[in-house]
T-cell receptor, first 114, second 115 residues
């Protein structure tokens, strides 16, 4: 079974530029999460989806961050415009309804903003 | 909201010895406590978890204990091996009955296994 897929793995951009990250969860997983991981820290939740509905986006900085999961499968997280402080690893995770506590993480996208 | 504290930040042990990592949490409603292992350049990998109706759980060389009264839980690794070297994260959430909530993570422990 394939795990959570994320792309790109690495992205370098200049500040004020837009950037987007893509995530494909494990097949059959209804719940999808985006986390932010700063260097030397644990992941922090940005947004949680149940199918196509964002049920918890309280930690998402909505002035510059947006996310979508249009068909309830893959998801895109966007930053526009990027700031220097956005440099971090962006992790996607998914879980299934039956054992929904268990979250499985993708490899992450490492973003560097210059 | 939930706050998870994790200690120590770095732990160095001799190969074959045991390692213990401790976490405390603040929200008494939390009832799901997973542990993740993260290797360089990879995403966190679930290694063991425990729910609040259980005090201890073991899987080969790894065990987790939970004290709900004191709001702390610990990861125990016995007979450590070089491949155990990684960063370990504890986490907490209001799982199952409260919905598939996002996890609140500790800041991580860098475990170093000395040969």
């Amino acid at each position: 079974e394939a795990g959570v897929v994320q792309s790109p793995r690495y992205k370098i951009i200049e500040k004020k530029q837009p950037v987007a990250f893509w995530c494909n969860p494990i097949s059959g997983h209804n719940t999808l999460y985006w986390y932010l991981q700063n260097l030397g820290q644990g992941p922090e939740l940005l947004i949680r989806y149940e199918n196509e509905e964002a049920v918890d986006d309280s930690q998402l900085p909505k002035d510059r961050f947006s996310a979508e999961r249009l068909k309830g499968v893959d998801s895109t997280l966007k930053i526009q415009p990027a700031e220097l402080g956005d440099s971090a690893v962006y992790l996607c995770a998914s879980s299934q309804r039956a054992t929904r506590d268990e979250q499985f993480f993708g490899p992450g996208t490492r973003l560097t903003v210059l | 909201g939930e706050n998870v504290e994790q200690h120590p930040s770095t732990l160095s042990v001799q190969e074959g010895d045991s390692a213990v990592i401790k976490c405390t949490y603040s929200d008494s409603a939390s009832n799901y406590f997973p542990w993740y292992k993260q290797e360089l350049g990879k995403g966190p990998q679930l290694i063991i978890d425990i729910r609040s109706n259980v005090g201890e759980k073991k899987d080969q060389r790894i065990a987790v204990t939970l004290n709900k009264t004191a709001k702390h839980f610990s990861l125990h690794i016995t007979e450590t091996q070089p491949e155990d070297s990684a960063v370990y994260f504890c986490a907490a959430s209001i799982g199952l009955g409260g919905g598939a909530d996002g996890l609140t993570f500790g800041k991580g422990t860098h475990l170093i296994i000395q040969p």
